[in-house]
């Protein structure tokens, strides 16, 4: 049994207010470690410039989101910035058995139903050191339109409030920094004592 549970991979909670940066975290991780995967989650949102489906979503049309929920294929699912998004159950599942760690870039609904289900999730909230860097991050990022960024800068207050809720925190300033930090918070999950070995 004590086998088992430590060659689990760990499922990790990536939230963070849009802009961040938690994609550009969970890539360089994955980028740099064979043992962690990207979770591609399912959205109804259009696709910004250059996303792919398949790797940066499954872009999914409302009706076919909403017959994914009844027929439970999602692990949490949440309704974001006015867009449906979830979490594929069944990668999730096989990948943690596979012993590989799972990284969910979600938002903190999706994060705190992620952790009710599976209690030894690793939940870490990125910020950047200030809200005028984060409004400046998601201009720069040019992917947005100015409704679009206004919008996600006040749900990046509402999303704060639920910083409680995670354990880890993460300012993001330098990127090489907090991709360090997150890795090094990644890798201690391995020594953690497991509360349930059979999710
Ligand atoms: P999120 O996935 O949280 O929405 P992104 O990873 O897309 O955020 O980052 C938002 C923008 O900020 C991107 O243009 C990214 O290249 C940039 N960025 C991320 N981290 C840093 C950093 N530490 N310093 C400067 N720019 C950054
Ligand atoms: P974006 O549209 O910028 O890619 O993502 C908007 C928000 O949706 C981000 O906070 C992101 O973390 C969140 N998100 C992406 N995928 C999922 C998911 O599967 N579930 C939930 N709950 N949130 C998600």
Known sequence: MLKKMSKKGSIIVISAPSGAGKSSICDALVRSDSGMVNSVSCTTREPRNGEKNGTDYFFTAEKVF???????????????????????????????????????????????????????????????????????????????????IKIRLENAKKELEFLGKYEYLVINDKLPEAVDAVRTIIKSQKYKIKKTINN
């Open 66 to 148: 909403k017959s994914m929920i009844k027929g439970k294929k999602f692990a949490e699912w949440a309704k974001v910035h006015g867009n449906y998004y979830g979490t594929p159950k069944s990668f999730l599942e096989k990948t943690v058995k596979a012993g590989k760690n799972i990284l969910l870039d979600i938002d903190v609904q999706g994060g705190i139903n992620i952790k009710k289900q599976y209690p030894d999730a690793c939940m870490i909230f990125i910020m950047t050191p200030d809200f005028k860097t984060l409004k400046e991050r998601l201009i720069a990022r040019n992917k947005d339109s100015r409704q679009t």
